[in-house]
């Protein structure tokens, strides 16, 4: 019989096709993973993976294995879900992307929490840390970047990018600047941001190489680092603030779209979540101001 553990140790290689950082997810050593998909391989009699230098790609016999393993773990997160649930309490555990603003999730998740009857489970990450976990049934919703997965639902609202600085920048009343206008500014990466690989794209095309004065994946931190007068950076517009200027970046016209994800097999259950609906209300109203 194949251990459950064994299959979230190969879940997570394909997930992220390196050892390394599987092991990290798992909260357990490279040596641990490695003798724990050894020990799966095996059990089926088949190698899972082929190892390179630069990638773990899957075999056949793992590409087979793959759409079995992620139904079965699915299967089991949602028989945890529903025995973790009391007949006076109903569980949401609810994905959401990084890059929106702490003071819009502190006032929607200070709304959903006086929903009586459910209790919220949130977990934090990059959108492409949350659909593996929204795909095995490990959360049952996400609000984040809707592309073209059949699992989105209600669209929050749509929004571009901007140029991020200080309101004391000399180039914050501007209200539009071309690359070139920023070429010799240090930069801050927000190494979480989903455009982000668009963002070093568009500068690359024009021949913008800025110093770096500092890489995070943390945005309340790069606007600290904005109003410090550290370097600037490019950002959603839903980070406006007071002490943060946000011209216009021309022809850099990346538009994301903030929506919520959800499980299908767990749909019946949240699709009539009050809590759920309450987040997702005042995060809207937050980007329309109203």
């Given amino acids: 019989m194949i251990e459950r553990y064994l299959i979230r140790y190969f879940l997570a290689v394909v997930d992220h ?46 590409t087979r294995f793959a759409i079995h393993a992620r139904r079965i773990e699915a299967e089991f997160a949602r ?85 991020a600085m200080s309101d004391s920048h000399p180039l914050a009343s501007r209200g539009m600047l071309e690359a070139e206008d920023v070429a010799a500014m240090d930069m801050i990466v927000r190494r979480n941001c989903e455009a982000l690989p668009m963002v070093s794209r568009f500068f690359t095309q024009r021949g913008v190489r800025p110093f770096f004065a500092a890489r995070t994946v943390n945005d309340d931190r790069t606007i600290a680092f904005l109003r410090a007068g550290l370097g600037i950076t490019v950002m959603p517009r839903c980070f406006a603030q007071p002490g943060v200027a946000m011209p216009a970046l021309a022809g850099f016209d990346q538009q994301r779209k903030i929506g919520t994800l959800i499980d299908p097999a ?24 109203s």
Avoid at 271 to 289: H, M, Y
């Fill in 17 to 62: 096709g390196n050892f390394s950082r599987a092991a990290l997810q798992c909260d357990i050593s490279q040596p641990t993973l490695s003798a724990g998909i050894a020990k799966l391989e095996a059990q089926i009699g088949h190698l899972m993976f082929h190892r390179t230098n630069r990638r773990v790609e899957l075999t056949p016999a793992g």
């Fill in 79 to 163: 028989a945890q879900n529903a025995m973790a649930e009391s007949d006076s309490s109903k569980l949401i555990r609810l994905g959401i992307i990084s890059t929106l603003p702490s003071a819009w999730i502190e006032d929607a998740a200070r709304q959903a929490c006086r929903v009586e009857g459910e209790k919220l489970e949130i977990v934090e990450g990059r959108m492409r840390e949350l659909l593996p976990r929204l795909e095995r049934g490990r959360i049952d919703a996400v609000i984040g970047v809707l592309g073209n997965d059949p699992r989105g639902r209600d669209v929050l609202f749509e929004e571009g990018y901007a140029l």
């Fill in 266 to 289: 767990a749909a019946a259950r949240v699709e009539d979540s009050i809590s759920l609906s309450q987040f997702c209300r005042v995060l809207r109203e937050k980007a329309t101001g």
